[in-house]
Each structure stands twice: as structure tokens, then as C-alpha cells.
């Protein structure tokens, strides 16, 4: 078996040995210096001081001069999977109308259902690629897609279709998640109660069978489903064995009470939430998913992460790339940007884009830098890791590491 030592690193951070709940401070970041990674068939086997990983019997991978090395970024929840523009949105938005006056006037999430529906599988395949790999540049070896813009079973069927696909083309890592329950479709005439059971009776044994998707993400929102109407279809995903997410407390609360009672691995969003939310959180076992990608986007309030790491809750933090809310999709500017006004240490951002985001996917196999776990790293030309945060995303990875394999 071949074994590589790759290094030496200025610093590498582990993000090992950390909580998934509560507020970090920097000083509880595990740094080494001169570090190096042993690599073995895309693993990590060893992770320490690059002079004594070194010998005889392993080939040696050399890095040029000053490098921070950390887990490569984890993109817990976007929506890269679309066709369509919706700049004419964010034009309007600006000029003062609201995310749901535009919904109802025919922009909105349901414009973007129809230009994806128009599209081929194959343009939306080429679509995810060129937008990962792009993303990939940026270090994020892991991302979450969503489904959502078919809101029928045969369109849905297209798009989970197409991100599995797009996974076999390229080396990032796409978790695919089932999104049927983003809006009731404005051409469904029944009830919203009847479009769920129509999905959840015909789309998720079609997820199991096919392996499409071990995930069901549904919106709670007055625009979208209430916590009544969600309940029987997140019964129904749990006694499946899918994994629940939720769109959460974006303009209104009630998603993040739902989520706790289905047991969510996550509530993401969190805009609206206000101190019985963020306790209620802090109890659970659901990780908070902050979005700045749709603050940002929107023009709105952040997700109030300080207030969810104080009271003890989890806090990962996604770009929720999407064409309507969220069009930028640079997770680093957003965590940092979102750092800045929360005021979170460095600890917490990164932790909220590598260990605390591979939990809100419940993949415990990356995330750190520790032996046993998969090889995705990523090098920033600097010798201090303050700097990237500091950069607020201007500071590009010099090298990006996809099972033990650089791509960049
Ligand atoms: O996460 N909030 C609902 N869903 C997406 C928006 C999708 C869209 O606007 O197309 C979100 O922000
Ligand atoms: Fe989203």
C-alpha cells in the first residue's frame, strides 16, 4: 500500500478533540506546527509534526512555503441544482419589495420550478458540476444539494437524479437531499395535505429503492407548509429511516418547534428565532444551520448565532446557494462576514464549516484531521490561520486535497 507524507504545513489545525455544542474559544483549537499527513488509499493514517512522519518506506508529497492546512470546507445545505436566473428578484427586492410579494406576484422559488422543469437532466448535471467544481477552488470538498424546484414526483425524480450523476463526474462530495416540500406547487389543485401524501407515498420509496436521497428537508413557513401539515409527512420519513431537516424560523417561528419534535439532525435558517427557539435548540440534538448566504442575499437580519452558542446549541454554518435568496454561494466570505457581526471566534466559524457541518450531515468520517478519517484537506498561503477569516474569503486555498488526491 502506498503511503505519502504530504508537508510541511505552517500550521495545520485538526479540528479534532472539540464539542459539537457550545461556544469555542481559539485557544481550544489543537494546532500544529510544521506539520505534516500521512495519506493512505485517499485516509488520513497520521497527522503530526512532518520531521517525524518522515522514513524510509514513504514517498513524500512537498508543500512550498507557508501553509495553513485545515479539513476541507463542508457546504451543509445549498440548492445548486436549478435552472434560471433570478436577478430580476434581487433587482426588485432592492427596490423594496418583499421575498413574499415577489412569491406572489410569480417570481420567487416558483419561477425557478419552472425554468428547472424546463431543463434537460443534462443541463441540470452540467449545471451542479460547473458550480462544485467551482466551489471546489474555493475548498469546499463536501456539499449538500437539494432538490425542490420539480415539486412533482417525476421532477424531483429529475433532479435527485441529476445530483447523483453530477456525483459520479466530479471529486467533491455531493449529499443529496429531498426538498419536495419546499412550496405547495401553484398548479397542484388539492391540498397541501394531499400533495405530501402524493409525494411521500410515490417519491420516497423511489428514494430508497433508487439510493437517491436518505434525507427529507421540508419548509415551514406561512408561504410553505405549516407544522400541521408537515407532521404526518416527517412521521412517515422518520418511520422509513430518512434523516429530517428543516427550513426553520426564516420570516415566522414554528419550523425549529418542529424540527425538534420530528428530531431533525438539523433546523436550518433561524432568522426569526427569538429566545424560546434558541433554548428549545440548545436542549436538542438538532444542529442550528446558520445561512448569511439568504441574509445577505435578502437584505435581512442573521441568523442569531452568538445568542444559539451561548445558550449551548450547535452551530454550523452553509451558503445555501440558491438563485433566489442566496446567489453569491461563498461559504468563507459568508461564515467570516457572519462572524464579524455575531461575533463568533475563529474557532466557531471554522468548526461551523468543517466538524459542527460533517454533524449537521451526520457524516462521521471528515471534518477533522485525525487518522481513520477521509483525506480532505485544504492549504491557505499564509503562516498564521487568523488570516483567513481576517480575509473574509479574498484569501484563496493554494492547495485543495480530495481523498488524499490534489486537485488544486
Ligand atoms: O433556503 N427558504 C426557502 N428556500 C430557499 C430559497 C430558495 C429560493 O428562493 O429559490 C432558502 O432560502
Ligand atoms: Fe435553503
Given at each position: 500500500m502506498k503511503k505519502t507524507v504530504i508537508g510541511p504545513f505552517s500550521q495545520l489545525l485538526t479540528m479534532a478533540n472539540i464539542p459539537v455544542k457550545g461556544a469555542l474559544k481559539d485557544e481550544q483549537l489543537e494546532v500544529i506546527e510544521n506539520a505534516g499527513i500521512v495519506i493512505v488509499e485517499g485516509k488520513?493514517?497520521?497527522?503530526?509534526?512532518?520531521?517525524?512522519?518522515?522514513?524510509?518506506?514513504?514517498?513524500?508529497?512537498?508543500?512550498?512555503?507557508?501553509?495553513?492546512?485545515?479539513?476541507?470546507?463542508?457546504?451543509?445545505?445549498?440548492?445548486?441544482?436549478?435552472?434560471?436566473?433570478?436577478?430580476?428578484?434581487?433587482?426588485?427586492r432592492n427596490s423594496g419589495k418583499s421575498y413574499l410579494e415577489i412569491a406572489?406576484?410569480?417570481?420567487?422559488?416558483?419561477?425557478?420550478?419552472?425554468?428547472?422543469?424546463?431543463?434537460?437532466?443534462?443541463?441540470?448535471?452540467?449545471?451542479?458540476?460547473?458550480?462544485?467544481?467551482?466551489?471546489?477552488?474555493?475548498?469546499?470538498?463536501?456539499?449538500?444539494?437539494?432538490?425542490?424546484?420539480?415539486?412533482?414526483v417525476d421532477e424531483e425524480l429529475k433532479m435527485l437524479?441529476?445530483?447523483?450523476?453530477?456525483?459520479?463526474?466530479?471529486?467533491?462530495?455531493?449529499?443529496?437531499?429531498?426538498?419536495a416540500a419546499h412550496m405547495k406547487p401553484k398548479d397542484w389543485e388539492g391540498s397541501a395535505l394531499a400533495y405530501l401524501e402524493e409525494i411521500s407515498s410515490k417519491l420516497f420509496p423511489v428514494l430508497k429503492s433508487e439510493n437517491l436521497s436518505n434525507r427529507i428537508d421540508a419548509f415551514i413557513e406561512e408561504s410553505a407548509f405549516s407544522p400541521l401539515e408537515i407532521a404526518p409527512y416527517f412521521k412517515k420519513a422518520r418511520a422509513m429511516g430518512f434523516s429530517i431537516t428543516v427550513h426553520a424560523d426564516q420570516f415566522s417561528t414554528g419550523g425549529s418547534?418542529?424540527?425538534?419534535?420530528?428530531?431533525?439532525?438539523?433546523?436550518?435558517?433561524?432568522?426569526?428565532?427569538?429566545?424560546?427557539?434558541?433554548?428549545?435548540?440548545?436542549?436538542?440534538?438538532?444542529?442550528?444551520?446558520?445561512?448569511?448566504?439568504?441574509?445577505?442575499?435578502?437584505?435581512?437580519?442573521?441568523?442569531?448565532?452568538?445568542?444559539?452558542?451561548?445558550?449551548?446549541?450547535?452551530?454550523a454554518i452553509a451558503s445555501d446557494h440558491n438563485p433566489g435568496s442566496a446567489p453569491m454561494g461563498s461559504l468563507l466570505t459568508q461564515a467570516?462576514?457572519?462572524?464579524?457581526?455575531?461575533?463568533?471566534?475563529?474557532?466557531?466559524?471554522?468548526?461551523?464549516?468543517?466538524?459542527?457541518?460533517?454533524?449537521?450531515?451526520?457524516?462521521?468520517?471528515?471534518?477533522?484531521?485525525e487518522k481513520g478519517k477521509v483525506a480532505d484537506f485544504i492549504s491557505f498561503p499564509t503562516d498564521n490561520y487568523q488570516e483567513i477569516t481576517y480575509h473574509q474569503g479574498q484569501l484563496r486555498p493554494n492547495g485543495v486535497w480530495k481523498n488524499g488526491i490534489k486537485s488544486t
Amino acid at each position: 500500500m502506498k503511503k505519502t507524507v504530504i508537508g510541511p504545513f505552517s500550521q495545520l489545525l485538526t479540528m479534532a478533540n472539540i464539542p459539537v455544542k457550545g461556544a469555542l474559544k481559539d485557544e481550544q483549537l489543537e494546532v500544529i506546527e510544521n506539520a505534516g499527513i500521512v495519506i493512505v488509499e485517499g485516509k488520513i493514517e497520521a497527522v503530526g509534526k512532518f520531521t517525524d512522519l518522515k522514513s524510509d518506506d514513504i514517498g513524500i508529497e512537498l508543500v512550498q512555503g507557508k501553509t495553513v492546512c485545515l479539513p476541507g470546507w463542508i457546504d451543509a445545505h445549498t440548492h445548486i441544482c436549478f435552472a434560471g436566473s433570478r436577478a430580476k428578484d434581487y433587482a426588485l427586492r432592492n427596490s423594496g419589495k418583499s421575498y413574499l410579494e415577489i412569491a406572489k406576484a410569480g417570481g420567487g422559488i416558483w419561477d425557478t420550478v419552472t425554468k428547472t422543469r424546463e431543463a434537460t437532466k443534462e443541463e441540470l448535471v452540467a449545471g451542479i458540476i460547473k458550480r462544485a467544481n467551482h466551489h471546489l477552488k474555493s475548498g469546499i470538498t463536501t456539499i449538500e444539494v437539494k432538490s425542490g424546484y420539480g415539486l412533482t414526483v417525476d421532477e424531483e425524480l429529475k433532479m435527485l437524479t441529476a445530483i447523483k450523476e453530477a456525483n459520479t463526474k466530479i471529486q467533491t462530495d455531493l449529499i443529496p437531499t429531498c426538498l419536495a416540500a419546499h412550496m405547495k406547487p401553484k398548479d397542484w389543485e388539492g391540498s397541501a395535505l394531499a400533495y405530501l401524501e402524493e409525494i411521500s407515498s410515490k417519491l420516497f420509496p423511489v428514494l430508497k429503492s433508487e439510493n437517491l436521497s436518505n434525507r427529507i428537508d421540508a419548509f415551514i413557513e406561512e408561504s410553505a407548509f405549516s407544522p400541521l401539515e408537515i407532521a404526518p409527512y416527517f412521521k412517515k420519513a422518520r418511520a422509513m429511516g430518512f434523516s429530517i431537516t428543516v427550513h426553520a424560523d426564516q420570516f415566522s417561528t414554528g419550523g425549529s418547534e418542529t424540527a425538534v419534535h420530528h428530531n431533525a439532525v438539523s433546523a436550518d435558517h433561524l432568522e426569526a428565532s427569538t429566545q424560546k427557539e434558541i433554548q428549545l435548540l440548545a436542549k436538542s440534538n438538532t444542529i442550528s444551520v446558520a445561512l448569511p448566504g439568504a441574509s445577505l442575499g435578502l437584505g435581512c437580519d442573521f441568523t442569531p448565532a452568538r445568542k444559539i452558542l451561548d445558550a449551548g446549541g450547535a452551530l454550523a454554518i452553509a451558503s445555501d446557494h440558491n438563485p433566489g435568496s442566496a446567489p453569491m454561494g461563498s461559504l468563507l466570505t459568508q461564515a467570516s462576514v457572519l462572524g464579524t457581526f455575531e461575533k463568533l471566534s475563529n474557532a466557531e466559524v471554522l468548526a461551523g464549516i468543517t466538524y459542527r457541518a460533517a454533524a449537521a450531515l451526520e457524516l462521521d468520517d471528515r471534518g477533522t484531521l485525525e487518522k481513520g478519517k477521509v483525506a480532505d484537506f485544504i492549504s491557505f498561503p499564509t503562516d498564521n490561520y487568523q488570516e483567513i477569516t481576517y480575509h473574509q474569503g479574498q484569501l484563496r486555498p493554494n492547495g485543495v486535497w480530495k481523498n488524499g488526491i490534489k486537485s488544486t
